[in-house]
């Protein structure tokens, strides 16, 4: 196939991918959004976490809140467990990877806070570790996953949201997954600026 036309290939793919799941996903999108604007009216934060594009997620969310998506307005409590490498490697290393965000959750954790948990497959060991030590401490898990919602579709409890991509391609799901990140931001800001 020639670049060109594998590019614009790609490009349909991906607008393709998100009208698929527009119809799916706002409704727990805007469930996510009024659960984080709870969390952070109280006095929460929101924690978020994930692996190599997903930790990238976690931070471009977090970055958003911390200092501002499109609106100026007052920072918001956001944190991903993603990026400090003396944590992440103690961890590992006296533990198990597999425990890098849950002792972070364990520690940082409240029960008026949200856990962003991002993961492709739904099946990241370290992520679902996360959502049972959110549980543990009674903060609440906002999922956002694709391929059907792997193991972590079976972990979530009620007052939990599951946003799942309908979409097998890491790609794919990657992108509604920046998107996804995007409207949250923007329903954040919504709900507590009054931005129309």
Do not use: W
Request: glycine share 8%; hydrophobic share 45%; net charge negative.
């Amino acid at each position: 196939m020639e670049l060109v036309a594998r590019i614009s290939q790609q490009f349909q793919d991906s607008a393709q991918a998100k009208l698929e799941a527009m119809e799916l996903l706002a409704s727990p999108i805007a469930q996510a959004v009024e659960l984080m604007v709870q969390s952070l009216l109280s006095s929460g934060k929101i924690m978020a976490c994930g692996n190599g594009g997903s930790a990238a997620d976690s931070q471009h969310f977090a970055a958003e809140l911390l200092n501002r998506f499109e609106a100026e307005r007052p920072p918001l409590a956001a944190i991903a467990l993603t990026t400090d490498t003396s944590t992440l490697t103690s961890i590992a290393n006296d533990y198990s990877f597999d425990q890098v965000f849950a002792k972070q959750v364990r520690a940082l954790g409240q029960p008026q806070d949200v856990l962003l948990a991002i993961s492709t497959s739904g099946n990241s060991g370290n992520v679902i570790e996360a959502i049972h030590a959110a549980h543990e401490r009674e903060v609440k898990v906002v999922a956002l996953t694709g391929k059907m919602g792997g193991k972590i579709a079976g972990l979530l409890e009620e007052g939990d949201v599951h946003i799942c991509v309908p979409a097998e391609r890491t790609a794919r799901i990657q992108e509604v997954h920046l998107l996804t990140l995007h409207c949250l931001c923007d329903g954040i800001d919504c709900l507590l600026l009054g931005v129309e």
